[in-house]
């Protein structure tokens, strides 16, 4: 089992900033990508970007490239989003998640562990 927990979510006002942190644990050595998704009320889940833990490799989703920015910390075992110029649109529960292939995935069904999730509010 991977055990993953998601912090930094909050409220913050259009145009600001905010860092989303995702704590990994158990058989993190069965995770070789972590993405993060995000569902907003009455919306599928959406994806926003994903990192391998070996190469460092990125893959965004069309909405936050440029804006947004993921990274992980080998040492700690952690996953970072970045996120820049926030808009009310970016509002909405931010998950992350981990996988067992080498392929940056942007389909949910393909991610195999799940966090409970952070609420991100951004106010205009």
């Known amino acids: 089992q991977v055990q993953l927990v998601e912090s930094g979510g909050g409220l913050v006002q259009a145009g600001g900033s905010l860092r989303l942190s995702c704590a990994t644990s158990?058989?993190?050595?069965?995770?070789?990508?972590m993405g993060w998704f995000r569902q907003a009320p009455g919306k599928e889940r959406e994806f926003v970007a994903a990192?391998?833990?070996?190469?460092?490799?990125?893959r965004y989703g069309d909405s936050v490239k440029g804006r947004f920015t993921i990274s992980r910390d080998n040492a700690k075992n952690t996953v970072y989003l970045q996120m820049n110029s926030l808009k009310p649109e970016d509002t909405a529960v931010y998950y992350c998640?981990?996988?067992?292939?080498?392929?940056?995935?942007?389909?949910?069904?393909?991610?195999?562990?799940w966090g409970q999730g952070t609420q991100v509010t951004v106010s205009s």
């Open positions: 998640a981990s996988k067992g292939s080498s392929w940056l995935g942007s389909d949910a069904r393909v991610y195999d562990y």
């Open positions: 158990g058989r993190t050595f069965s995770s070789y990508v």
């Open positions: 990192i391998s833990w070996s190469s460092g490799r990125t």
